[in-house]
């Protein structure tokens, strides 16, 4: 079965440090990857997706099929960024999308 | 270009009454979902449906019906709530099952039953 593993419940950084988000999957295949962002009672949206291979927001996401992760980062948090994140993985075989528990990110002054 | 439309926003229910959160997208999209998002627990999928006509259980469907009324709309069915059921639910759509196709997803309805 497939699963989405995200580790840290709450990020706490200081605007200008670096940020790293951690996502395990399991999936026997090969997966779609997704990160998408929820700000403050606002809905889901598309932060990347990992067969774009782009940046948004200054924010990075690798896929490792060996270490089956697909970490988000970001060299310098900015204030803005302080969200909710939650990994995605969908399934080519199953149509389905399936979300990790989420990441709070809170970047402080 | 609205995307996905979810009524109501918020609604407050007693336990054991029932009730029908409404979804709609206008983006042509054949797969459309619905979540449920628990503090702890993410986003947890109730219901999916690849295309018209095709409705899927997912990982929490216990208390819950759906109706995939048209390629355009998806509802929700609570057929008697439960304190359990207090959570925000979310509807998505996807262009299709198969792809590296994104979800969009609605505003969201905050419901608290009581």
């Known amino acids: 079965a497939q699963r989405v593993t995200q580790p840290e419940k709450l990020l706490s950084v200081f605007k200008g440090a670096p940020v790293e988000l951690k996502c395990n999957y399991s999936?026997?295949?090969?997966?779609?990857l997704f990160w998408y962002v929820q700000y403050s009672r606002q809905r889901l949206q598309l932060l990347l997706r990992h067969i774009s291979r782009e940046s948004i927001k200054g924010f990075t996401a690798d896929l490792n099929k060996g270490e089956t992760s697909f970490h988000l980062k970001k060299p310098f948090a900015q204030e803005e960024d302080s969200a909710m994140y939650y990994c995605?993985?969908?399934?080519?075989?199953?149509?389905?999308?399936?979300f990790g528990a989420g990441t709070q990110v809170v970047v402080t002054p | 270009n609205a995307g996905v439309t979810q009524t109501p926003k918020f609604q407050v229910l007693k336990t054991g009454q029932s009730m029908t959160l409404q979804c709609a997208q206008d983006m042509n999209h054949n797969s459309m979902y619905w979540y449920r998002q628990d503090p702890g627990m993410g986003l947890r999928l109730i219901y999916y449906s690849a295309s018209e006509g095709t409705t899927d259980k997912g990982e929490v469907p216990n208390g819950y019906n759906v109706s995939r009324l048209n390629k355009r709309e998806f509802s929700l069915r609570l057929e008697s709530a439960a304190p359990s059921q207090t959570s925000v639910y979310f509807c998505?759509?996807?262009?299709?099952?198969?792809?590296?196709?994104?979800?969009?997803f609605g505003q969201g309805t905050r419901l608290t039953v009581v």
């Open positions: 998505a759509s996807s262009e299709g099952p198969v792809g590296n196709t994104e979800a969009f």
């Open positions: 995605a993985l969908k399934a080519p075989d199953w149509g389905k999308f399936q």
């Open positions: 999936y026997s295949g090969s997966p779609e």
